[in-house]
């Protein structure tokens, strides 16, 4: 993308300009959406000025070794529309000019943090990604103990399955889940591929 749009922390700071609404009013441009932070004291709004991720927050050591639980007291979605420096096709979506990247970032009670993301060809369905986990999954992590990781996403499963059980409901748990995982591999000090049994720092290509 050719710039570190998505590094942990730096979202809105590494934005190229082009990803920014330039207030011209042209409809053609591509647009960076506004986020939007929860705590448990509710909705707020995010500023550079008051960013709720600081720089200080990028390292941490959970004590969980004690049984203690794991309780998320803030999140932030975001929603940006990423121009592809090389225009992309297959035979099912066509030409692919950009993408629709959602991010959500996670505060735990303790000063830790977590990066998830998911994104959709074009940015369709991207604002309703965001909606649902602004609205629906991002409220309901907070108020829930999200631990063990794999019963939560049993639970955003079962809270979502009335309205679909894939699709954008799947998009939306994907990206609070990697947040989650995340979360949980800094809180370890280690890398999220280490954490998850990883051994090998590269990955064979093929093509």
Known sequence: MGKRAVEHGQCR????????????????RLLEFVPVVFTHGGPGSATDSADPLAEARHTCARSGAGGEALKIIEFTVDHFQVPLPAVLSDATHGEM?????ITVRIVDDQ????????????GIGASAIRALIRDDLGPFLLASNPDPLEDFWQSMWWRV?????GGIGAFAMAAIDIALWDLQARSAGQPLWRFLGGSNRQVQAYA
Not at 13 to 24: G, M, V, Y
Not at 111 to 122: F, I
């Open 13 to 28: 700071r590494a934005l190229p300009s082009e990803w920014r609404d330039d207030s011209s009013g042209s409809d053609d």
């Open 97 to 101: 000019t950009h993408f629709g990247l």
């Open 111 to 122: 000063g830790c943090e977590g990066l998830g993301y998911t994104y959709t060809v074009h």
């Open 161 to 165: 399955h009335f309205v679909g059980r």
